[in-house]
């Protein structure tokens, strides 16, 4: 089994420009999350979905917007690039208690 | 969720216990606490979690006081691959499922 799969894993953008940042789970379950973490600090919660055709705002969502295109996928789109941020991007999947992560998506807006 | 209390930074010796504690006043009755870690720049690997007995996997020990007001993972012999950045988390099993990390604890395994 993959797990969570995040694409892409390095993307340099520049001030102003959109994205969007992939993720998709063949693990079943039914919430996803979008986390990001910037240098030394702890994951902050961005947006999450508890289930397929829900989302919900985390702790940072001021700039981001998310779609949970079905169970597996759940995608987080920059409609406007600014370099703060220029972050570490993990999704996460969770059926019970304990989310599995992917491996993460570097960003830098220059 | 309760908040938690981690040392910023521990050192432990190759092949010998790392214990790692955690302070957790506040924490209410059907909170449970997770540990996780983050190795380099990778994302957060579930170690252990446990409501109120003590726990054992193949990874670690999860030792919670019988007040559970704090908790200690113990590695119980330490590798140079466990440095890493270590996240002690309490959450209640209700509502929202998303984990909230804190600092975590940095712990450099010397050889």
């Known amino acids: 089994n993959a797990g969570v799969t995040q694409t892409p894993k390095f993307q340099v953008l520049k001030t102003g420009q959109s994205m969007t940042l992939q993720c998709a789970q063949d693990?079943?379950?039914?919430?996803m999350y979008w986390y990001r973490q910037d240098p030394g600090m702890g994951l902050r919660l961005i947006y999450y979905?508890?289930?397929?055709?829900?989302?919900d705002k985390g702790e940072v969502p001021n700039g981001y917007n998310v779609s949970r295109l079905n169970k597996r996928e759940f995608s987080l789109r920059l409609e406007s690039a600014a370099p703060s941020q220029t972050s570490v991007y993990f999704c996460a999947s969770s059926e019970q208690r304990t989310p599995t992560f992917g491996s993460g998506t570097r960003l830098t807006v220059v | 969720d309760a908040k938690t209390t981690q040392p910023p930074s521990m050192d432990c010796a190759e092949g010998r216990a790392a214990n790692l504690p955690c302070n957790h006043s506040t924490i209410s009755g059907n909170e449970y606490v997770y540990w996780y870690r983050q190795i380099h720049s990778q994302g957060p690997q579930y170690i252990i979690h446990g409501l109120k007995n003590n726990e054992t996997n193949e990874m670690a020990s999860l030792i919670i006081t019988e007040d559970r007001k704090s908790s200690t993972l113990i590695l119980p012999h330490a590798t140079l691959r466990d440095t890493a950045v270590y996240y002690c988390i309490v959450r209640g099993d209700t509502g929202r499922r998303a984990l909230t990390f804190g600092s975590g604890t940095r712990l450099q395994v010397q050889p």
């Open positions: 693990m079943n379950h039914n919430s």
């Open positions: 979905s508890a289930s397929e055709g829900t989302t």
